[in-house]
């Protein structure tokens, strides 16, 4: 069995083709020919933090793969990563192992990958300004994917600790060459972006419906239980809300069940899964003013679309 580490899968899986088989992935999820049980929650009260495990079987990738992953909102203060994940990659001709892998990057790269494919279906527009609420690990490769499908004129990025801001626009402008900037509160960020990614750790809304642009496309990545959100409900209820899986967002999606339960919307407001519209089963934006919400909670088949270039790659080492 070969065991990388989070350098090795950078080296080994291209961003690019990453956000290729998350797309193909979602499709073959939104069209039942995948296996993905719902993911194991085990939250550890004691210590802020959540444990979760996410299998799942895609024949047509010829890969299973299960991911442990572990997410620790206290982390940083001591030094240490929010998220921790390992990736265990199977041949399912046999069942045996083959790859054992550092799966932070892959977590990174494929989340990312899931903004990018929302960006590519739904987004109004492939230029203009960016902005990023919560400037941590994630946030460094939801700006990489999107770099792949957007021509992104002007980044705008805020966080509640400011010095985490200031270090992301710096690094984004002396690495991918950005014009960025730090918005001193999230409704100057909102009312000049035609794109915005979520992707903290808050548990209470911070983006406000009244702030967000007619034909904005906003990626909501960080709320992953029902009891966290980061749009405000009014916000979500308003918008074409497109998540990763109905199924998920019923049970983890905090954002959109608070405006369920507010009496905001209904699921059945939820217009498609991502991967209905990549099958063009359903259509994707359908008019300039509209305001476009991309729910994740994230889904082991985007793991499993990673673990499917491990596998080819370096599976039989
Ligand atoms: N949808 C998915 O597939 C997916 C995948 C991976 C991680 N996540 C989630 O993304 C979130 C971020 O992960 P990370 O590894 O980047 O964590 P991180 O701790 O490295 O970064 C989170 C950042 O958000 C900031 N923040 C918290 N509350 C904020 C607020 N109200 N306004 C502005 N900034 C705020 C924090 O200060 C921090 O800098 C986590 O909740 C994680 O569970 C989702």
């Not at 979500?236 to 905090?254: L, P």
């Not at 919400?293 to 990673?306: M, N």
Request: glycine residues 6%; negative net charge; proline residues 4%.
């Amino acid at each position: 069995m070969r065991v990388l580490t989070d350098e090795d899968v950078e080296r080994t899986v291209s961003l690019r083709e990453t956000i290729e088989a998350v797309e193909r992935a979602f499709a073959l999820y939104s069209t039942g020919k995948v296996q993905m049980p719902p993911r194991v929650h085990v939250p550890v009260h004691e210590h802020n933090g959540t444990i979760l495990l996410m299998p799942c079987y895609v024949p047509e990738m010829n890969v299973f793969s299960v991911k442990y992953v572990t997410v620790y909102p206290n982390n940083p203060s001591k030094g240490l990563p929010t998220i921790s994940a390992t990736l265990l990659v199977s041949d399912p001709a046999t069942g045996e192992p083959k790859v054992l892998a550092d799966a932070r990057a892959a977590t990174g790269m494929r989340t990312g990958a899931a903004t990018a494919v929302s960006i590519k279906h739904l987004s109004r527009s492939k230029d203009g300004t960016l902005g990023i609420v919560g400037c941590g690990y994630q946030a460094r490769w939801q700006l990489r994917a999107t770099l792949e499908v957007m021509r992104v004129e002007r980044l705008v990025v805020h966080d509640v600790v400011r010095s985490r801001a200031v270090d992301f626009a710096e690094e984004a402008s002396r690495r991918h060459g950005l014009d960025a900037e730090v918005a001193e509160d999230i409704k100057s960020l909102a009312t000049t972006s035609d794109v915005i990614v979520t992707v903290t750790t808050s548990t209470e809304p911070f983006l406000r419906a009244e702030w967000v642009r007619p034909g904005t496309h906003i990626s909501a990545i960080g709320a992953f239980t029902p009891q966290m959100a980061e749009l405000e409900a009014e916000l979500v209820a308003s918008a074409k809300v497109v998540v990763d899986s109905r199924e998920a967002a019923a049970a983890e999606a905090g954002d959109i069940i608070q405006a369920v339960q507010r009496g905001l919307m209904r699921w059945e407001d939820v217009h498609a899964e991502l991967g209905e519209i990549v099958a063009g089963v359903k259509r994707g934006r359908e008019g300039d003013d509209e305001i476009t919400v991309f729910k994740s909670v994230g889904l082991a088949v985007q793991d499993a679309a990673v673990a499917s270039i491990l596998l080819r790659r370096v599976g039989s080492d």
